[in-house]
């Protein structure tokens, strides 16, 4: 049952989620001077709830911390993760820390600067398989690694927000990110994975983000992790995209190209769905109970 006012970790306190306010000059908000995490966390088998590889997600926000010069603690960011998960009565829930930059000057020198942290945890519905999505190149290129490193930074999320704009605007559900090579960068918040005569290959860019859903998969399906181009793609027999709010994705249309019914995709969102509720123990280093 959901408790009365959702509760949020706030600084290392637990607060009514509509409390806390931020300066209007907070850095972060005017140059996306922040880190975030997307993970989630799911009732398990036993009756209980765990976090799906949460020391990965949180090794991976350390990094983002540490190149913009926020202090962060991984032990106690995680021990927030799992305070907030109890305080909301969340088992089935996606869970959003966020660290950034607050007030102190409005210059871009980031040492005068205050330092904040948060978690909410907002509860999903029970995994049901949607519809496959379609996907359309984006008229957009990637944050090329050189300029900004595929870490979860505020700022350069501007980048999937407009492509998942332009994408929407088209009448496509998702952009997919392709350089000016043809070779499939990601999507706005996935990685991609194709499926050829049976063969299951994760593609692999410099510019994309290293998944943590991605890195399941290729251990859970072997599939080999190389760079793929936009053709190579189309001319898939099943595409499906990954990432901890998509999970696995079949993906219906790739502009004009449609693919079928995904069996394998299919197969592999199940074999997903079953271990990070708990179903198989073989996996179960991956859970962090709550
Ligand atoms: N790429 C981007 C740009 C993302 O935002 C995400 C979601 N975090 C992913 C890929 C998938 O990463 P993960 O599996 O670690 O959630």
Known sequence: TAVATPQVWFDGRMVAIDSPQAPLTTHAMHYGSGVFE?????????????VFRLPEHMER???????LGIDFDVDAASEAVLKTLRANNHRDAYIRPLAWLGSGTIGLDVAPLTQHMMVATMATAVHLAGKAARLGV???????????????????????????REAKARGFDEALFVDGEGFVV?????????????????????????????????????????????????????????????????????????????????????????????????????????
Request: proline share 5%; aromatic share 6%.
């Open 138 to 164: 984006s008229g957009w290129r990637r944050n090329p690694a050189t300029s900004l490193p595929p870490l979860k930074l505020c700022g350069g999320y501007i980048n999937s927000v407009l492509a998942k």
């Open 61 to 67: 926000m350390r990094k983002g911390a540490e190149l």
């Open 186 to 290: 990601e999507c706005t918040g996935a990685n991609v994975f194709m499926v050829k005569n049976g063969s299951i290959t994760a593609a692999s860019h410099p510019d994309a983000l290293d998944g943590i859903t991605r890195a399941t998969l290729v251990e859970l399906t072997s599939a080999h992790s190389r760079p793929v181009s936009l053709q190579e793609l189309k001319d898939a027999d099943e595409v499906f995209v990954v990432g901890t709010a998509a999970e696995v994705a079949p993906i219906a249309s790739l502009d004009e190209r449609e693919y079928g019914d995904n069996p394998l995709t299919r197969k592999f969102q199940a074999l997903y769905g079953r271990i990070v509720r708990g179903g198989d123990s073989t996996y179960s280093r991956w859970l962090t109970a709550v």
């Open 38 to 50: 997307g993970i989630r966390s799911y009732a398990t088998v036993d009756g209980g709830a765990a």
